[in-house]
Structure formats: structure tokens, C-alpha cells
T-cell receptor, first 113, second 112 residues
Framework: DVKVTQSSRYLVKRTGEKVFLECVQD?????MFWYRQDPGLGLRLIYF???????EKGDIPEGYSVSREKKERFSLILESASTNQTSMYLC????????????FGPGTRLTVT | DAKTTQPNSMESNEEEPVHLPCNHS???????IHWYRQLPSQGPEYVIH???SNVNNRMASLAIAEDRKSSTLILHRATLRDAAVYYC?????????????FGTGTRLTVIP
């Protein structure tokens, strides 16, 4: 079974802190994604990566950066957390560029106070 | 990617079939139709996908209209564990990108 794991289920940080959200997948997938999910807005894509050291902006990249140094790991970085970044963050991975399903992690609920 | 329209919510009685509709009137010839669902407190999970022909798997069936402007996800016997938000998503394989656009989906409530 494909497994996508995220470093924390719940996280509380203060405004201005630097925040790292880690995601690891164990299926040697090329593609990895970071989404945020907010009530009434569905899932919105922040960044994605289709190869090591490659990254592409999604729909809402402002205030975020990412890092992919190894194929299995994709990190989302909030350089200076703000209260409007309080959200559920979901990581996903998929194989190749064809019609492949995305596998999601359980999510990290981040609260910025 | 072309957009989809789904009802905000639907209800079904347990052990009855459920038909979840999706409209995608601007679908292109290279758009695949994907369905995902999100159970409470979990990440989304893949349900099924198709291009032109109807598709069946262990979870559900996907019925695609002949003009491809709409589709229906069919759960043959709803259980309480099927209560979730169901997302209908189009993905254009010609772009090479593998990201999916999730709308707000349909929240399915299953009544015991």
C-alpha cells in the first residue's frame, strides 16, 4: 500500500515563526503536492514538484516556499507564519505524468496564534 | 482545466443506491473525469476515473454521458462509511501537469 506520511497531525505556532511541514512518501513517486484546505474553499494547490529539486507554483504560493532535496520528501516552509495561514495542510504524491491517482497524507492542522 | 459543477449536498438512506451528479459542459477531448472522496478527518482518496466509457471498480461505477458534458458517480449500496465529501475533477492529460483542481464537492450524508 502507498503510504504518505506527514510529520504532525496538529501544530500550533506563533505569528512570525518559521514553520516546516514535512511529507514523506514510500512509493518512489515522481510528483508531490502541497494543498491547503479551508471551509467553503475546498482544496487549493500551493506548490507541486515533479522531480527532485524541481518545483512549480500552484494557485496560492504566496507566503510559502518548498524544498525537495530527496525524491521521497517534500517540505512546505512558512518563512514567517501569519494567522491567515491557519489551515489544514495536505500532502499528496503520484506517479508519472499520465492518468495516475494522487495519494494523500492524513493532513496537518496548523494553528497560528 | 475545465471546471465542474456539483450539488453542495445530498442524502441517501443506508443500503440504497446513490447517484452523485457532476456537470462539466466545457470538457475538452483530453480531459479525464476523476472522482475523489474525503472521509471525515482524513485526506482525500481516489475513487474512480474515466474518459469516455462507463467504468466500474470495487468502490463505485462511473457513468459518462454520451456528449461527456456530465457524469454520475454511482455507489450501489450506500453504507455509513460512505458518508464523505465527493469531488468530481477534470484533468487535461495533454498539459503534462499532474495537479488536480478540487472544487467544494458534494457532501453525502447517509441516513441509517
Amino acid at each position: 500500500d502507498v503510504k504518505v506520511t506527514q510529520s504532525s497531525r496538529y501544530l500550533v505556532k506563533r505569528t512570525g515563526e518559521k514553520v516546516f511541514l514535512e511529507c514523506v512518501q514510500d512509493m518512489d513517486h515522481e510528483n508531490m503536492f502541497w494543498y491547503r484546505q479551508d471551509p467553503g474553499l475546498g482544496l487549493r494547490l500551493i506548490y507541486f514538484s515533479y522531480d527532485v529539486k524541481m518545483k512549480e507554483k500552484g494557485d496560492i504560493p504566496e507566503g510559502y516556499s518548498v524544498s525537495r532535496e530527496k525524491k521521497e520528501r517534500f517540505s512546505l516552509i512558512l518563512e514567517s507564519a501569519s494567522t491567515n495561514q491557519t489551515s489544514m495542510y495536505l500532502c499528496a504524491s503520484s506517479a508519472g505524468t499520465g492518468v495516475y491517482e494522487q495519494y494523500f497524507g492524513p493532513g496537518t492542522r496548523l494553528t497560528v496564534t | 482545466d475545465a471546471k465542474t459543477t456539483q450539488p453542495n449536498s445530498m442524502e441517501s438512506n443506508e443500503e440504497e443506491p446513490v447517484h452523485l451528479p457532476c456537470n462539466h459542459s466545457t470538457i475538452s477531448g483530453t480531459d479525464y473525469i476523476h472522482w475523489y472522496r474525503q472521509l471525515p478527518s482524513q485526506g482525500p482518496e481516489y475513487v474512480i476515473h474515466g474518459l469516455t466509457s462507463n467504468v466500474n471498480n470495487r468502490m463505485a461505477s462511473l457513468a459518462i454521458a454520451e456528449d461527456r458534458k456530465s457524469s454520475t458517480l454511482i455507489l450501489h449500496r450506500a453504507t455509513l462509511r460512505d458518508a464523505a465529501v465527493y469531488y468530481c475533477i477534470l484533468r487535461d492529460v495533454s498539459t503534462g501537469a499532474n495537479n488536480l483542481f478540487f472544487g467544494t464537492g458534494t457532501r453525502l450524508t447517509v441516513i441509517p
